[in-house]
């Protein structure tokens, strides 16, 4: 009971002696601040000497980066300037004033360095706040200052979005040199504990140095201290958003070779990605500033760009190419030998019937085989009627067992007939001749039809031919008919030989096709390569 009542004693006494304490406290703060600032001006250095060396000393916590204007070149930062020195006239003995160690007034009672941002961007220069200043006994000031500056920084853009940047803040005095105010560093970089991390920047460091300039108009040195902050851009918005986009456009210029040259396509799908990489230049052109550095994205749009120039430029070329007309010459030997020999092997192009091994392209007939065949017997396959070229001299009849050349010297010509009845069913066993008579100018002739259907001794190709011998005196007409079959015989050789051609510039043309499909896809493919390696 007696514990109990002597705890409940104390507290009572605490709970009254507190309020007189603070009080206490305030009283005293009232009269130390009275006492400090009766004869104290803030006009001046506070020196005891005009002589002596206030030194100030300066440290930076970089709180946040709030936007790096790349076109303009200015870094906004959100800043703890904290500014610690010594003024010989804010002293006081803490024992006359119960034991007041510190006190905080406002910053404007006192004297404050003049150190300024040199490198300032800010138009309005009123980005700090005025926050009070931390009194100590023995004469110490320590102003913490919270600011947001604005400061130049030259930005280097070759190597954008792989970019890494230095951006300087320089603090000096503006009127005081070194003479009158020296600078220290409190620590050998700037406090980054407190930073927030940003989207678009990833901060290495940020090293403080001090430095000591001469100027052309004064012969006092002047400190200065210099805070470079290191920066690393954070590139995967421009991969996803810039990069990859460009690639994929760039696959598709190559692919316009592949497209087949009649379709009408290839040149308007080579302008078409040129018009979507422009767009994409004059994305990242608004971004960047003006200068003569172009940055790695711009030379990788600038060579893509100029690839799929080449490439519809190239494609126009092979289109001429492709559409010769009968009227094109030749394919010269030596394009034939290296285009349609080597180069189709290696581009995997081969004609109907070709194959990677056996690549040996079909010579056409000439005159003289076409004749030999059809002198042999030889028939086309699929024709139905068979005329010799050549009248002969007498009568030829052919049987199913063999041949016989009889020579009638009575007639002039004669004209050989055989109409192939290979889809009519004809009665088996038996043959039947017929004879007529013509009357030609004032000649006479006549026709001897022998059908052999399945009679003896007939082989299976000749057992529904049926052969007719027209004999004729008529050498006017003959001879009118025997020009017009060499004329339709001459302009189809014509028309064959001109598609020959045709078909072997179409196949030069395909070929190159191909050649520059996977010339440029390579191309495409160390271009990106060596876009993206600057990434890793």
Not at 223 to 232: G, V
Not at 248 to 267: C, H, N, R, T, W
Not at 458 to 471: C, H, L, P, T
Request: proline share 4%.
């Amino acid at each position: 009971m007696k514990l109990l009542c002597s705890g409940s004693v104390t507290l009572l006494s605490l709970l009254f002696f507190l309020p007189v304490c603070l009080a206490a406290h305030g009283r005293y703060a009232q009269k130390l601040l009275t006492d400090l600032l009766s004869n104290y001006t803030n006009a001046l250095r506070p020196v005891e000497d005009t002589n002596h060396i206030i030194n100030v000393t300066l440290q930076i916590t970089l709180s946040q980066i709030i936007d790096m204007d790349e076109r303009n070149q200015i870094l906004t930062t959100y800043l703890w300037i904290r500014q610690v020195w010594m003024d010989a006239y804010l002293t006081w003995n803490k024992e006359d004033y119960d034991g007041l160690d510190t006190i905080r007034i406002p910053s404007s009672y006192v004297w404050r360095p003049d150190i300024v941002l040199y490198n300032s961007a800010d138009d309005e220069f009123s980005s700090s706040m005025e926050t009070n200043v931390v009194l100590r006994h023995d004469g110490q000031v320590m102003w913490d200052q919270p600011a947001i500056t604005k400061s130049s920084c030259s930005v280097d853009v070759a190597f954008f979005p792989f970019d890494l940047q230095q951006c300087h803040l320089t603090f000096g005095s503006w009127t005081h040199n070194g003479n009158q105010m020296d600078l220290s560093i409190a620590l050998d970089s700037a406090d980054l504990s407190d930073f927030v991390p940003n989207v678009e920047w990833e901060v290495l460091g940020m090293p403080a140095k001090k430095n000591v300039i001469l100027y052309g108009c004064c012969s006092d040195p002047y400190p200065d201290i210099t805070f470079t902050l290191h920066l690393k851009r954070r590139a995967s918005f421009y991969i996803f958003n810039l990069l990859i986009p460009c690639m994929m456009i760039s696959f598709l210029a190559p692919l316009g070779f592949y497209l087949p040259a009649d379709s009408g396509e290839k040149v308007s799908l080579g302008v078409t990605v040129l018009l979507a990489l422009t767009v994409f230049q004059l994305l990242v052109a608004e971004s960047m500033p003006p200068s003569e550095s172009v940055p790695l994205i711009g030379k990788y749009y600038i060579a893509t760009m100029t690839m799929v120039t080449a490439s519809t430029a190239l494609t126009i070329f092979i289109m001429n190419i492709h559409h010769c007309g009968p009227e094109a010459r030749p394919v010269p030997e030596w394009a034939e030998r290296f285009i349609l020999n080597h180069l189709a092997r290696i581009c995997f192009v081969y004609e109907v019937g070709e194959n990677c091994l056996s690549s040996s392209r079909k010579q056409p007939q000439s005159q003289e085989q076409s004749e030999a065949r059809l002198a042999n017997g030889g028939n086309p396959k699929g024709t139905n009627w068979d005329l010799n070229g050549q009248a002969w001299g007498g009568r030829v009849e052919e049987d199913g067992m063999g041949e016989s050349l009889t020579n009638q010297v009575g007639w002039k010509e004669d004209l050989f007939v055989t109409i192939d009845h290979s889809e009519e069913q004809g009665a088996a066993g038996g043959s039947e001749w017929q004879e007529s008579n013509s009357v030609c100018g004032g000649g006479g002739g006549y026709v001897e039809e022998k059908k052999g259907v399945g009679g003896e001794g007939a082989g299976g190709a000749d057992k529904s031919r049926r052969e007719i011998f027209v004999r004729t005196r008529c050498v006017c007409r003959h001879q009118g008919l025997r020009s017009d079959v060499e004329y339709i015989a001459n302009s189809y050789k014509d028309q064959r030989s001109a598609q020959l051609r045709i078909g072997e510039w179409r196949k030069v043309a395909k070929v190159m096709d191909r050649f520059f499909m996977w010339l440029f896809f390579i191309m495409v493919f160390f271009m990106s390569i060596l876009i993206l390696g600057k990434a890793i």
